[in-house]
């Protein structure tokens, strides 16, 4: 049990620790997205699953005020680009850890350009190079909205935002 004001975990470990398939598939997607350690996948997946869970909750009980729920589930699902606009309540059961992490702003960076590598981009977001929106994020993990996509660029006052500097020129060549 933990006291009061003391921290608790935000994530579960896998039951079983040493299977030799699990640690690749795991390395694979921390290679693949940048992740410092598997806490941040284990986050991930957490988040999964209770996306998953809430989903299968409303769908066993739709009567009028769940219903409701399940549109406001939905909606801020898809507000943070993990469920596209057509999709419904049963979709939510067919997503994999991939949707989730795509959604970070270490992969969102990445993805449109503003690094080399997901390492590169985490590493841009952490020492504080990256704005969403005009506000300077320092979150790798920050999860970026659709609406917010859009805007995620350099700092004006971050050297990096000339496109001469050497970390941005090495990639242009």
């Known amino acids: 049990?933990?006291?009061?004001?003391?921290?608790?975990?935000?994530?579960?470990?896998p039951n079983h620790p040493f299977q030799g398939e699990r640690i690749g598939e795991e390395r694979g997607l921390m290679d693949r997205y940048?992740?410092?350690?598997?806490?941040?996948?284990?986050?991930?997946?957490?988040?999964?699953r209770n996306f998953r869970?809430?989903?299968?909750?409303?769908?066993?009980?739709?009567?009028?005020?769940?219903?409701?729920?399940?549109?406001?589930f939905l909606s801020r699902l898809k507000r943070i680009g993990v469920l596209d606009d057509g999709d419904e309540l049963g979709d939510v059961l067919l997503l994999e850890?991939?949707?989730?992490?795509?959604?970070?702003?270490?992969?969102?960076?990445?993805?449109?350009?503003?690094?080399?590598?997901?390492?590169q981009a985490r590493q841009f977001i952490t020492h504080g190079h990256v704005t969403v929106d005009d506000r300077r994020v320092s979150i790798p993990s920050y999860k970026v909205e659709i609406v917010e996509e859009?805007?995620?660029?350099?700092?004006?006052?971050?050297?990096?935002?000339?496109?001469?500097?050497?970390?941005?020129?090495?990639?242009?060549?």
Do not use: C
């Open 150 to 173: 859009g805007s995620v660029a350099f700092d004006e006052n971050s050297p990096l935002a000339d496109e001469l500097h050497p970390e941005r020129a090495e990639g242009n060549e």
């Open 1 to 13: 049990m933990s006291l009061p004001g003391e921290n608790t975990k935000f994530y579960e470990t």
């Open 53 to 72: 869970r809430e989903a299968r909750r409303l769908l066993g009980n739709i009567t009028g005020d769940e219903s409701a729920e399940g549109e406001e």
């Open 34 to 48: 940048g992740l410092k350690n598997k806490e941040e996948l284990w986050r991930a997946q957490s988040e999964l």
């Open 97 to 119: 850890i991939t949707d989730v992490l795509e959604r970070r702003l270490q992969t969102v960076a990445y993805r449109k350009g503003l690094a080399n590598t997901p390492q």
